[in-house]
């Protein structure tokens, strides 16, 4: 089955530790993103990849870091500067992401991360 | 900057009600539009989207939204809604050339059986 995992589906964690989550996606698309939701926010944009080794800050990137050293894998580090970390994170794939295509985006189950 | 605005937090319907949610954005140009559904414990997943053409889009599950160009509005509607509809919706623009999504606050809707 083709699709976009992250795990763990819940993550616990102690403040000023760093966090890794994970995303893996098998459909082959060339961009990527983290998003987080909070209750009554909405989605908001952490960081996307449009291709490998490329990433660009989303609106909140202050205290994340991400890496794309590979196609499939879009690994989200959530930093201990993160002040507010406890969030459901969301990893979404799509085909590709500039003018050359306009494809709509495929969500992760999500992780949600829980700071104390 | 580009913002998207949902202006329903909470809807509770009664089955077979009609459904109408509200979405607006803040872009003059050129703009996708989508709309989300995450039910509950399942992945956010594409109702519909608006790329061009027909400004009333047709989705999965009987869902319709109609791109109004200047009203800047892109609402969701559904004529008779049924109890498995209850779910949080999620409107969202994507505009330029990257794939961006800028997404609006989100409607949690309940329907009452």
């Known amino acids: 089955d083709g699709g976009i995992t992250q795990s763990p589906k819940y993550l616990f964690r102690k403040e000023g530790q760093n966090v890794t989550l994970s995303c893996e996606q098998n459909l082959n698309h060339d961009a990527m993103y983290w998003y987080r939701q909070d209750p009554g926010q909405g989605l908001r944009l952490i960081y996307y990849s449009q291709i490998v080794n490329d990433f660009q800050k989303g609106d909140i990137a202050e205290g994340y870091s991400v890496s794309r050293e590979k196609k499939e894998s879009f690994p989200l580090t959530v930093t201990s500067a993160q002040k507010n970390p406890t969030a459901f994170y969301l990893c979404?794939?799509?085909?590709?992401?500039?003018?050359?295509?306009?494809?709509?985006?495929?969500f992760g189950p999500g992780t949600r991360l829980t700071v104390t | 900057a580009q913002s998207v605005s949902q202006h329903n937090h909470h809807v509770i319907l009664s089955e077979a009600a009609s459904l109408e949610l509200g979405c607006n954005y803040s872009y003059g140009g050129t703009v996708n539009l989508f709309w989300y559904v995450q039910y509950p414990g399942q992945h956010l997943q594409l109702l519909l989207k608006y790329f061009s053409g027909d400004p009333l889009v047709k989705g999965i599950k009987g869902f319709e939204a109609e791109f109004i160009k200047s009203k800047f509005s892109f609402n969701l509607r559904k004529p008779s809604v049924q109890w498995s509809d209850t779910a949080e919706y999620f409107c969202?623009?994507?505009?330029?050339?990257?794939?961006?999504?800028?997404f609006g606050q989100g409607t949690t809707l309940q329907v009452k059986p």
């Open positions: 969202a623009v994507r505009s330029g050339n990257t794939g961006k999504l800028i």
């Open positions: 979404a794939s799509s085909k590709s992401s500039g003018l050359a295509g306009i494809y709509e985006q495929y």
